[in-house]
């Protein structure tokens, strides 16, 4: 499954398929991007960064693409789990040093 | 061994009344955040603090007032409570205050003002 575009708030995926979450972003001064996770009732959790350095970055069964011409970054999640149902949200640093501004979340359900 | 906590998890109140929210963390962080996520989920920040010196300072009614009396603790005080300071209020810290250093996240406070 993917959320195509600006932005989508929702996303639905197949058990077992790849997810792709999009993320576009303002600023052209931000240098630092993080994908967050947020299950019901708890509080984000870091899923991965990627620098402006780089255009690419694996972790465990996730990926993140950054593309610095269009401005846009996406999360791929491999062979979608139910525990990866939660809302997902993209961040940049927007070339403060100190803070991050995070982007509207998109929410993931993945089906049994 | 919860690594940030907060208190209370849920919070109903009134208007008009004045409110605090706890936070602590057992990280060893030397940075806290509190940040305010409003009912379609966007996550703003708030304040942040370091070494228990405000460095960040959004532009927050003045109504809101952060306090650390040490590293380990950052509290939120609201005074005359209003409607739209209903909202999930979430603690968070890091290891330095540089925007890549990660976040960990607290659970959460729920406030309902009526």
């Known amino acids: 499954g993917e959320n195509v575009g600006l932005h989508l708030p929702t996303l639905s995926v197949q058990e077992g398929d790849n997810s792709i979450i999009n993320c576009a972003y303002s600023n052209s001064a931000s240098d630092y991007f993080i994908w967050y996770k947020q299950e019901s009732g708890k509080g984000p959790q870091f899923i991965i960064d990627i620098r402006s350095n780089m255009d690419k970055r694996q972790g465990q069964r996730v990926t993140v693409l950054l593309n610095k011409t269009v401005k846009h970054l996406s999360l791929q999640i491999a062979a979608t789990q139910p525990g990866d149902s939660a809302v997902y949200f993209c961040?940049?640093?927007?070339?403060?040093?100190?803070?991050?501004?995070f982007g509207a979340g998109t929410t993931v359900t993945v089906r049994a | 061994d919860t690594a940030v906590s907060q208190t209370p998890k849920y919070l109903v109140t009134q208007m008009g009344n004045d409110k605090s929210i706890k936070c602590e963390q057992n990280?060893?962080?030397?940075?806290m955040y509190w940040y305010k996520q409003d009912s379609k989920k966007f996550l703003k920040i708030m304040f942040s603090y370091n070494n228990k010196e405000l460095i960040i300072n959004e532009t927050v009614p003045n109504r809101f007032s952060p306090k650390s009396p040490d590293k380990a603790h950052l509290n939120l005080h609201i005074n005359s409570l209003e409607l739209g300071d209903s909202a999930v209020y979430f603690c968070?810290?890091?290891?330095?205050?540089?925007?890549?250093?990660?976040?960990?996240f607290g659970p959460g406070t729920r406030l309902t003002v009526l």
């Open positions: 961040a940049e640093n927007a070339g403060s040093d100190y803070k991050l501004s």
């Open positions: 968070a810290s890091s290891r330095g205050s540089r925007s890549y250093n990660e976040q960990f």
């Open positions: 990280l060893g962080h030397d940075t």
